[in-house]
């Protein structure tokens, strides 16, 4: 990482000198967005992240790399039209936006302080170490980022945290860009936001929060704005999202109090750039007037997620610019401009007379692809349909010129996206009366099973399962090979039987080392399968996939996101042959693998013109055809996974209820139809169970897994308070880190699960499935896994 400047991380917090008055500078531009894809158009980041991480690539080579990524960004949104001083986003970082904070504060944990150096920094091995672990030392926790799929990686904070300015980084890409002659904004989370998405550390006092430590956290913020400022920045962004929830815990008063603190402090600092305060994700509400009252100088509101402010509280932002998020960061769907431009229109005439207003994205261009012009094995009919996130920097600009020029500046645009939007809507496969017909006729008992007692008694006779159970969550490692010969299968090199014979081979090894490990169920290890999601979506009618459509999961870690643009139907089965083949390879029993129809959902780009209720259950309703005909084939045991239930609940509570009726109702739908006897699990990963513990409950899944390797099985408190009945499998492996559990460690955190819930509750398995690890970790950790479960029912 960066070396500290003398001029501001050697100054004490006395130093930073605050005034009453603002910073006069120059203005925001007329169009923006608030952050931009960082892997680049061919996954480059990742490539020489990994490459760095085997070895193949040194520091200076990947900070080359690095450096060219951030260039070719910003020539590119140059050539998009994003040309005026700070219209750019500097939002880079090589892992992790908030690792990035936490680097730049040195803000570790104590099993990492020996990582730093004398200044108190981070090396970039000692960052990577914060995001992946190391021998004995796991890595940071890791969970999803608000509700979206991204996964950022938890602070730890304590009463000695070390907090300070000590890595220069975030300002290096001001100079950076300077040196190249352009002028751009850079981009950090926000204080507030930091450290409600912080956890106390396992040093922490009790009773103590992050929040507790706000002042420290403050100074540094002052001295990285003073550092941007040296560099040549005239405005950055301090992104807020926290502040749109109302699910933190914490009082609401004490997180608008320590705003008030924090952006009259900052604001107040004389040497800094302008401040842009940007609330995404949804509605600011009642912290919209205190960031009005704060001596700021631009507001931004998410007007996609959130909805246009109330009068009284845009009056709050006389002599602030407003940034306004019309253009979604999230889905990939052309942006309605009639729409959007009246949002607009309306948010000029009820803000005070004179606010310069700012036509953005609604949140950072993070979540979506790069360029849809690349697909062009997409029917071009449905492409006309999208908008990547170049086309909506296209999107940004004609609306920020119809919003100055007035609507006949942009009449041709208006007139083209009016006639895309009717000639969607008449698509034949995006309204098929049979389907709306079937999910018509859903009654409450297709969402309903036989009582649990009833169907573990069968289960139990059917299944024979030993005390602690032990089963993996799915897939296993994906190796080359497998790889090689799912291409060499798309570009015509082997045919269906070549590709079929190499993927049954695959799941006989899969299902031998099972065996051979004494794992209790098992699964085929789902080598025929691309991806969780994809994998049903080119299965299924409604749904396209893309060519180069990745987007940044976490680290280096990227997905492909389908696209469901019509009616879901099933036209035959998708996984009961591979299933009922590794069934007949063993005596044990086999999990058949699907996808839920929440998680289908959130790690697709879904539609937008039908309520997300009709599509969950359109969903489950395939999904139920699928789980008769594994029945049919003899798969006693079928998982329905669902780790997305908890990135796509609500952020305000209001709201919850809702989604929880419709989320829970279209897994119920998927499993309803299941006999007794059949034993029906899910999955959920990164989800904060303890928040949808309820909705879990009512999902009535005979066996559910989860996360909680990182956390230690902090979860466990909620679960045994809850009175949770059914079986559970927190996780004993953290398959997210390279670092192999000793039998010690997984003994150790079975223990606790055993403690808290009862032997006749526990399953043992991973956090995760398997796929991006690999087989001599994957072995070694499955045997510490084994030797756990076996060395705790020896115990009881």
Same mark, same amino acid.
């Given at each position: 990482?960066?070396?500290?400047?003398?001029?501001?991380?050697?100054?004490?917090?006395?130093?930073?000198?605050?005034?009453?008055?603002?910073?006069?500078?120059?203005?925001?531009?007329?169009?923006?967005?608030?952050g931009?894809?960082r892997i680049?158009?061919d996954?480059?980041?990742?490539?020489?992240?990994?490459?760095?991480?085997?070895g193949?690539?040194?520091?200076?080579?990947?900070?080359?790399?690095?450096?060219?990524?951030?260039?070719?960004?910003r020539?590119?949104?140059?050539?998009?039209g994003l040309?005026?001083?700070a219209?750019?986003?500097?939002?880079?970082?090589?892992?992790?936006?908030?690792?990035?904070?936490?680097?730049?504060?040195?803000?570790?944990?104590?099993r990492?302080?020996?990582?730093?150096?004398?200044?108190?920094a981070?090396?970039?091995?000692?960052y990577?170490?914060l995001a992946r672990?190391?021998?004995?030392?796991?890595?940071?926790?890791?969970?999803?980022?608000?509700?979206?799929?991204?996964?950022?990686?938890?602070?730890?904070?304590?009463a000695s945290?070390?907090i300070?300015?000590?890595?220069t980084?975030?300002?290096?890409?001001?100079?950076?860009?300077?040196?190249?002659?352009?002028?751009?904004?850079p981009?950090?989370?926000?204080?507030?936001?930091?450290l409600?998405?912080?956890?106390?550390?396992?040093?922490?006092?009790?009773?103590?929060?992050?929040?507790?430590?706000?002042g420290?956290?403050?100074?540094?913020y002052?001295?990285?704005?003073?550092?941007?400022?040296?560099?040549?920045?005239?405005?950055?962004?301090?992104?807020?999202?926290?502040?749109?929830?109302?699910?933190?815990?914490?009082?609401?008063e004490? /997180?608008?109090?320590?705003?008030?603190?924090?952006?009259?402090?900052?604001?107040?600092?004389?040497?800094?750039p302008q401040?842009?305060?940007?609330?995404?994700?949804?509605?600011?509400g009642?912290?919209?007037p205190?960031?009005?009252?704060?001596?700021?100088?631009?507001?931004?509101l998410?007007?996609?997620?959130?909805?246009?402010?109330?009068a009284?509280?845009?009056?709050?932002?006389?002599s602030?610019a407003?940034?306004?998020g019309?253009?979604?960061?999230?889905?990939?769907?052309?942006?309605?401009l009639d729409?959007?431009?009246?949002?607009?229109?309306?948010?000029?005439?009820?803000l005070?007379?004179?606010?310069?207003?700012?036509?953005?994205?609604?949140?950072?261009?993070?979540?979506?692809? !790069?360029?849809v012009?690349?697909?062009?094995a997409?029917?071009?009919?449905?492409?006309?349909?999208?908008?990547?996130?170049d086309?909506?920097?296209?999107e940004?600009?004609?609306?920020?010129?119809?919003?100055?020029?007035?609507?006949?500046?942009?009449?041709?645009?208006?007139a083209?996206?009016?006639?895309l939007?009717?000639?969607?809507?008449?698509?034949?496969?995006? !309204?098929?009366?049979?389907?709306r017909?079937?999910?018509?006729?859903?009654?409450?008992?297709?969402?309903?099973?036989?009582?649990y007692?009833?169907?573990k008694?069968?289960?139990?006779?059917?299944?024979?399962?030993?005390?602690?159970?032990?089963?993996?969550?799915?897939?296993f490692?994906?190796?080359?090979?497998?790889?090689?010969?799912?291409?060499?299968?798309?570009?015509?090199?082997?045919?269906?039987?070549?590709?079929?014979?190499?993927?049954?081979?695959?799941?006989?090894?899969v299902?031998?080392?099972?065996?051979?490990?004494g794992?209790?169920?098992l699964?085929?290890?789902e080598?025929?399968r691309?991806?969780?999601?994809?994998?049903?979506?080119?299965?299924?009618?409604?749904?396209?996939?893309?060519e180069?459509?990745w987007?940044?999961?976490y680290?280096?870690?990227?997905?492909?996101p389908?696209?469901?643009?019509?009616?879901?139907?099933?036209p035959e089965?998708?996984?009961?042959?591979?299933?009922?083949?590794?069934?007949?390879?063993?005596?044990?029993?086999?999990k058949g693998m699907?996808?839920?129809?929440?998680?289908?959902m959130?790690?697709?780009?879904?539609r937008?013109d039908?309520?997300?209720?009709?599509?969950?259950?359109?969903l489950?309703?395939?999904?139920r055809?699928?789980?008769?005909?594994?029945?049919?084939?003899?798969?006693?045991?079928?998982q329905?996974?669902?780790?997305?239930?908890?990135?796509?609940?609500?952020?305000?509570?209001?709201?919850?209820?809702?989604?929880?009726?419709?989320s829970?109702?279209?897994f119920?739908?998927?499993?309803?139809?299941?006999?007794?006897?059949?034993?029906?699990?899910?999955?959920?990963?990164?989800?904060?169970?303890?928040?949808?513990?309820d909705a879990?409950?009512?999902?009535?899944?005979?066996?559910?897994? /989860?996360?909680?390797?990182?956390?230690?099985?902090?979860?466990?408190?909620?679960v045994?308070?809850h009175?949770?009945?059914?079986?559970?499998?927190?996780?004993?492996?953290? /398959? !997210?880190s390279?670092?192999v559990?000793?039998?010690?460690?997984?003994?150790e955190?079975?223990?606790r699960?055993?403690?808290?819930l009862?032997?006749?509750?526990v399953?043992?398995?991973?956090?995760?499935?398997?796929?991006?690890?690999?087989?001599?970790?994957?072995?070694?950790?499955?045997?510490?896994?084994?030797?756990?479960?076996?060395?705790?029912?020896?115990?009881?």
């Amino acid at each position: 990482m960066s070396a500290n400047p003398e001029s501001a991380a050697s100054a004490s917090p006395a130093e930073i000198a605050v005034t009453e008055s603002q910073v006069p500078s120059a203005p925001l531009p007329g169009a923006t967005i608030l952050g931009y894809p960082r892997i680049g158009r061919d996954r480059e980041l990742k490539r020489a992240v990994e490459s760095f991480w085997k070895g193949s690539l040194d520091l200076d080579e990947l900070s080359r790399a690095a450096a060219e990524l951030r260039g070719a960004t910003r020539s590119r949104l140059a050539e998009l039209g994003l040309t005026q001083p700070a219209s750019v986003p500097a939002d880079f970082t090589l892992y992790d936006q908030v690792l990035q904070v936490t680097a730049t504060l040195g803000a570790v944990p104590a099993r990492f302080r020996d990582l730093l150096d004398a200044d108190g920094a981070l090396d970039v091995e000692g960052y990577f170490t914060l995001a992946r672990g190391e021998g004995a030392r796991p890595a940071l926790e890791m969970t999803k980022w608000l509700d979206s799929n991204y996964h950022y990686l938890v602070p730890e904070i304590d009463a000695s945290t070390p907090i300070g300015y000590v890595d220069t980084a975030i300002a290096d890409q001001v100079r950076e860009a300077k040196e190249a002659g352009a002028e751009v904004r850079p981009v950090v989370v926000g204080p507030i936001s930091y450290l409600l998405m912080a956890k106390p550390s396992d040093e922490a006092a009790e009773g103590f929060h992050p929040l507790d430590r706000l002042g420290d956290v403050l100074h540094a913020y002052g001295h990285l704005l003073m550092d941007l400022q040296k560099a040549g920045a005239t405005w950055v962004q301090l992104d807020e999202p926290a502040l749109v929830s109302d699910s933190w815990n914490v009082d609401r008063e004490r /997180i608008l109090q320590a705003v008030r603190d924090a952006y009259t402090w900052l604001g107040a600092i004389v040497e800094r750039p302008q401040i842009l305060v940007a609330g995404t994700y949804g509605s600011l509400g009642d912290a919209l007037p205190v960031l009005g009252r704060a001596p700021i100088e631009a507001v931004g509101l998410d007007l996609v997620a959130g909805s246009l402010p109330e009068a009284g509280d845009l009056a709050s932002l006389e002599s602030k610019a407003v940034v306004a998020g019309v253009v979604s960061g999230r889905n990939i769907w052309r942006t309605d401009l009639d729409a959007a431009l009246s949002t607009l229109e309306q948010l000029r005439e009820h803000l005070p007379e004179g606010t310069p207003i700012t036509v953005a994205t609604s949140t950072s261009l993070q979540h979506v692809p !790069h360029d849809v012009e690349r697909e062009t094995a997409i029917d071009p009919q449905i492409r006309s349909w999208l908008a990547f996130a170049d086309q909506k920097v296209g999107e940004v600009i004609a609306l920020a010129r119809g919003l100055a020029e007035g609507r006949e500046a942009i009449a041709a645009e208006l007139a083209q996206d009016a006639d895309l939007r009717n000639q969607r809507a008449a698509h034949p496969g995006v !309204h098929r009366d049979e389907v709306r017909a079937a999910v018509d006729a859903v009654t409450e008992g297709d969402r309903t099973r036989a009582p649990y007692a009833e169907r573990k008694a069968a289960q139990d006779e059917r299944l024979g399962l030993p005390e602690l159970p032990t089963t993996t969550i799915g897939s296993f490692p994906q190796t080359a090979e497998i790889r090689k010969a799912r291409a060499a299968r798309r570009k015509g090199e082997i045919g269906e039987a070549a590709y079929d014979e190499a993927m049954r081979a695959e799941i006989a090894s899969v299902v031998a080392l099972q065996e051979r490990l004494g794992l209790d169920v098992l699964v085929h290890g789902e080598a025929e399968r691309n991806d969780m999601v994809q994998y049903f979506a080119e299965l299924l009618d409604g749904f396209v996939t893309t060519e180069h459509g990745w987007v940044q999961s976490y680290g280096s870690r990227c997905t492909r996101p389908s696209i469901l643009w019509g009616d879901v139907v099933r036209p035959e089965p998708m996984t009961v042959a591979w299933s009922a083949y590794a069934q007949s390879l063993t005596d044990k029993p086999l999990k058949g693998m699907l996808t839920g129809p929440v998680t289908i959902m959130a790690w697709s780009f879904v539609r937008d013109d039908i309520p997300r209720a009709q599509v969950a259950d359109q969903l489950g309703l395939a999904l139920r055809e699928e789980v008769a005909d594994l029945e049919a084939a003899g798969i006693g045991v079928i998982q329905v996974d669902e780790p997305a239930i908890r990135e796509t609940l609500p952020l305000r509570r209001a709201d919850r209820p809702a989604y929880l009726e419709w989320s829970v109702g279209s897994f119920r739908l998927a499993t309803g139809g299941a006999a007794p006897a059949t034993q029906v699990h899910t999955h959920l990963c990164y989800s904060e169970f303890d928040v949808v513990i309820d909705a879990v409950d009512h999902l009535d899944a005979d066996v559910t897994s /989860i996360e909680a390797s990182r956390s230690r099985m902090d979860i466990l408190p909620a679960v045994a308070e809850h009175g949770f009945e059914r079986q559970l499998g927190p996780g004993v492996w953290d /398959i !997210h880190s390279p670092r192999v559990p000793s039998q010690a460690e997984c003994t150790e955190l079975l223990q606790r699960a055993v403690d808290a819930l009862g032997a006749e509750k526990v399953w043992v398995n991973p956090d995760c499935g398997l796929k991006t690890r690999a087989y001599a970790e994957t072995e070694a950790s499955l045997a510490s896994l084994v030797g756990a479960a076996r060395a705790v029912r020896a115990t009881l």
